[in-house]
Structure formats: C-alpha cells, structure tokens
C-alpha cells in the first residue's frame, strides 16, 4: 500500500471521528497560526542567557546571536520536511528523525526523543526562576529576609563548585507558576493557544520595542561593540581586548553552543502536527513565520542591550588570602555585573533602555514576567507531546501516553512537572541550561541527518514540502559545526558541563531497555512499524553511511574536548 493512502487515511480519520479520552489520542483543533502562538514563547528565551553569554564573550556577544540564529533559520528547513512525512505523529523532529534512525539502531531512535525532551524541559525549572527573580527582585530589597533565607537539601560540589539543591522564595514561588501553567494546559491545545496568544502580544511588544528604540535613537555606541575582540583580562583583572587565539575561539565556540539552546528553539513550532486541521500546509507555515520572529527578536534584542549596557570595567578587585585563594570575587558593572550572569538583573537592564521611571521599569519588568511564562507555556506543551509520542511508539514508559478529555498529555506533563520541581531548587541556572544543551546538541545532530536519511530510504513518499538539496546539505554541515561548538565550548560553563550532559543523555537506555525488551518483549507498536516502511523491498539505502555519520561527531567531539581543555 502506497504510504501517501495510509497517511490521507489517518487524517481523515482523525477530522471526522469524534475523539473521546479513552481513544488515548490529540485532537486536531489548531491551524499553523496557534502553533505560531505557542511557539511564540521561543523569542523570551534569548533571556536566559543573554547576560550569561555577554558577560562571558564580551563584545562579540552580539554576533554570537547574530550567527546563531541564522544556523537555527537554515536548520528549521530540515525539520519542516521531516515533519511533512508524519502528519499523523506530534512531538517534533526528534520523534520524526527517530523513525529514520531505528532502522540503523533502536538505541539511536529513543536518544532521539530524549535529548529534545532533556533540553527543553529545563525551560520550566530556569523560566520559572528567573520570573520568580523578576518579582521578587520587584517587590523586595536585596538584603530582605525573604530574599536572603533558603534552606540547603544537598551538596552537588562534585558537579560544579558551589551548586546546590536548596529551597528558598524563588522556589516556592516558581512552582506556582509552574501548577499555573499546568491549569491552563490541562484545558487542551485550542485552549493553549488561545492563552498563548494573548500572553505573546503582551510580552513580545516589549521586546520588540526594546529591540527597536536604540535604533531609532541612535543610543548604540561604537565603543560598545568594536573592536570585536574576545574578553580577556589583565593580572589585577581590568578588562581587556583578548585575542583571537585558542583561548578567545574557545570563548566564542561557548557562546554559540548556549545560544543554540535559545535560538533553535523555534523547531518546536512542528511539535503540533498532529494536532493541525491541515497538517499538510500548515506545518511549513508555523516554522518559517516562528523562524522569522525569531530572527528579529535574536538579533535586535541582544544589540540594544549591548548598546545600552557597555562591557563593563572593573569596580572592586577581587580579594585573597594568604594562600592565594580568592576570598571575594572582582565585581564589575555593565554587561559583566554579576546579576547580569545569572539573569536576575536582566529586566532591569532591559527596562532601562526604555525610560528610568519607576513606571517604566515596573511595566517592562511585569511584561518580561508575562514573557518567561509565555516561554513556559511554549515549552510545557512541546516537551510534553515529546514524551507522549515517544510513549505511543514504544521507546518510553506506556504511561506517558494517558491523555485527558481535552486531549492534552497529562501523565508527560505531570511528569515535566515532578523533574521541574526537582531542578528548580538548583542554584545555579546556567550549569542546568548548558549541561541540558549537550543533549539538545545530540539531538540537533541526529535529526539534521535524519533529513538525508530519509531522502535516501524514502525517495519517493509525499512530501508536502520539500527543502531545497543545498538546504538539506548545508543543515548537515551544521550538525557537525554544533557538535565541534559543544566539543570546544560546553566546558566554560562549568568543568564537568560536558560529561554532566553526556550522562543524562545516557539516562534513557535503561529507560527503553525496560520498555521494549521487557514490557513489549522487543515487538513494537504496530503504528511505530508501519512508521517504519521504506519504498520498495523494504531495505534501507543509507548503507553505513549513519554508522559514518555518529562515528566521526564522536571523534569530533572527543578531540576538541581535549584541545580546549
């Protein structure tokens, strides 16, 4: 049977059958514009990191996000191609490049599916934090006691110095952002991106705006941008031009590897196919008009905040003590001042470029707010279909795939929920997003190929639409340029960032293990192996060309992991 029938009757099934909560199944309510909507939260996520990222690169910040983004826009013309495949899936490109590689490997398949869910879930735990910040940052002084107490659960040195598990303001009131979201996503798809669009129209002015006022005023100093020379500094710690040396490329291979986290993000826009009333034409459309929001957002926002900010220079040196060992870090203003890393001093900084009245700043900051929950939004409902249709095609646990009457996936989105409250309580929030970003690079690499293996093993099924060849390749290109970024800079982030990463990617083999060869006794689902045909007498024609692929990224990344060490 030709693939296109099966795939014209499972739409047709699903748009004129009632669907009821025992059928287990999503609910086809939305067009490519609530996809837009819900992807929408992408844009806030250049506020995770781009204090991080700027305090880190120095003045090249800028172009970081510059080049970041345009990787993210070529890449997204993959993922459109392989989610036109699989109208009938939800979830993602990673659960579309799944079913390229499981013919090659079923371990590969369920990394696939993993990595994007342990890259984007953190979302939840930093988005809530940083807005938890925002509002007591708002609210409270600094030194107030609701602001300064917290109780310490555990002690995560090993993985980094000073990380910890504790319990403070910022998680009590993070996790009731977290059961916010969770009502509302309770409620189904259609209701998400209702609730979406409104949040998306009250947050993304702001950033647009803020994007857009220095270029109309002028208020973007040169000095603040050239010379395009790495951060470095002197022996008392002055900042200083560094050079393009191992050190300075080290630098900028660290800041693209944790703007990709942000910047790619707009892929999750395909996370919906199976929830669209024309999958065939909306898909392409919701990833390219999230790609172009993103692209303005990415490139203006991070310039008007290093316009408005400046590098920074050194205030108070840093103190140490007999033995040499510093007691009391250096402090720095502009871009390198330390709320500026960590994000919690971000909307201020963001604020300010609009107007210094306290009115100002105080709508800007409920507005950023109103952005990171719209960030969490984005990311509740992509992150819990991944899990979902992981669950449905037998590489992830069975009860995964419960739905409610409205559709929604709500056993994958309690289980979001349950790991968020867990992450929440880190102290530090950039270590999570870097060490989550090692799998979203893996991810990134798998399904970027996944695009050619299914041109090669698939040639002739319907494509609704169909990349460009040049597009196809230069997205392949980019997997092996991402993992070359992780090899080299994941580490800035932390020393044991990398192999922290690699190590929760690893988590999910004892996972399928448990649900394919002991649950369903090695057989999977019957849609998963229908999934699966290829043309013809059914024999794959990538040859070892994916064993290739995997072979050389891991040889990559182990060598430019020790050269930047």
């Known amino acids: ?249 080290v630098l900028m291979a660290g800041g693209l590897f944790i703007a990709a986290w942000s910047t790619y993000g707009f892929e999750t826009a395909v996370c919906y196919t199976r929830e669209f009333k024309n999958p065939e034409t909306d898909t392409f459309k919701a990833i390219f008009y999230s790609g172009l929001l993103c692209v303005g957002v990415f490139t203006l926002v991070p310039l008007a905040f290093q316009g408005h900010l400046g590098l920074g220079q050194l205030i108070t040196p840093a103190v140490t003590d007999a033995a040499g060992n510093v007691t009391s870090a250096a402090v720095y203003d502009g871009m390198l001042a330390p709320d500026i890393y960590s994000g919690m001093g971000v909307a201020k900084a963001l604020s300010g470029i609009l107007g210094n009245t306290a009115f100002i700043a105080n709508l800007v900051v409920v507005m950023l707010i109103l952005a990171l929950l719209l960030s969490i939004m984005t990311t509740m409902s992509g992150a819990s279909r991944t899990l979902y249709q992981g669950s449905a095609d037998g590489l992830l646990p069975k009860f995964l795939s419960k739905v409610n009457e409205h559709g929604a996936p709500t056993s994958a989105m309690w289980a979001n929920m349950i790991f968020n409250f867990v992450l929440l309580m880190m102290s530090d929030y950039m270590f999570l997003l870097a060490a989550a970003n090692v799998s979203y690079v893996i991810f990134n690499f798998l399904n970027l190929n996944a695009g050619w293996i299914h041109r090669m093993d698939r040639p002739n099924w319907e494509r609704p639409y169909k990349a460009p060849t040049i597009l196809i390749v230069l997205g392949t290109f980019l997997a092996f340029v991402n993992v070359t970024l992780m090899g080299l800079g994941a580490n800035i982030w932390g020393a044991g960032t990398l192999m922290s990463g690699l190590v929760m990617a690893g988590l999910v083999f004892p996972i399928f293990i448990w649900r394919h060869y002991i649950v369903d006794k090695g057989v999977l689902p019957k849609e998963m192996q229908e999934d699966m045909l290829l043309d013809g007498d059914q024999k794959t024609t990538a040859g070892v060309l994916p064993y290739v692929a995997l072979i050389v990224a891991g040889v990559i990344v182990y060598f430019t992991s020790h050269l930047a060490s």
């Open 1 to 249: 049977m030709q693939k296109t029938v099966e795939v014209t009757d499972a739409i047709t099934a699903d748009v004129s059958n009632d669907v009821v909560a025992g059928n287990a199944s999503l609910h086809r309510t939305i067009s490519w514009t609530g996809a837009f909507w819900v992807a929408s939260g992408v844009p806030a996520l250049v506020l995770f990191s781009m204090g991080a990222i700027a305090a880190t690169v120095g003045k090249p910040a800028w172009l970081v996000w510059m080049i970041s983004i345009g990787f993210g826009f070529i890449q997204a013309f993959t993922y459109a191609e392989i989610a036109g495949l699989f109208p009938h899936k939800t979830g993602g490109a990673s659960v579309y490049g799944a079913v390229a590689w499981i013919r090659y490997s079923k371990f590969v398949a369920p990394l696939s599916i993993w990595c994007n869910w342990v890259a984007w879930t953190p979302v939840l735990s930093i988005g809530s934090g940083l807005a938890a910040g925002y509002i007591l940052t708002a609210m409270f002084a600094p030194d107030a006691a609701i602001n300064t107490w917290q109780l310490t659960l555990l002690d995560l040195g090993m993985l980094k110095e000073g990380l910890t598990l504790r319990i403070n303001a910022t998680f009590v009131i993070g996790s009731a952002l977290l059961l916010l979201v969770y009502f509302i996503q309770n409620g189904g798809i259609l209701r998400s991106a209702r609730t979406t669009m409104i949040l998306g129209v009250a947050a993304l002015i702001p950033l647009i705006m803020i994007g857009l006022v220095p270029l109309i005023t002028g208020d973007m100093p040169s000095e603040h941008f050239f010379p395009l020379s790495p951060l470095a500094y002197d022996s008392v710690g002055n900042v200083i031009d560094g050079l393009w040396n191992l050190d300075g490329w």
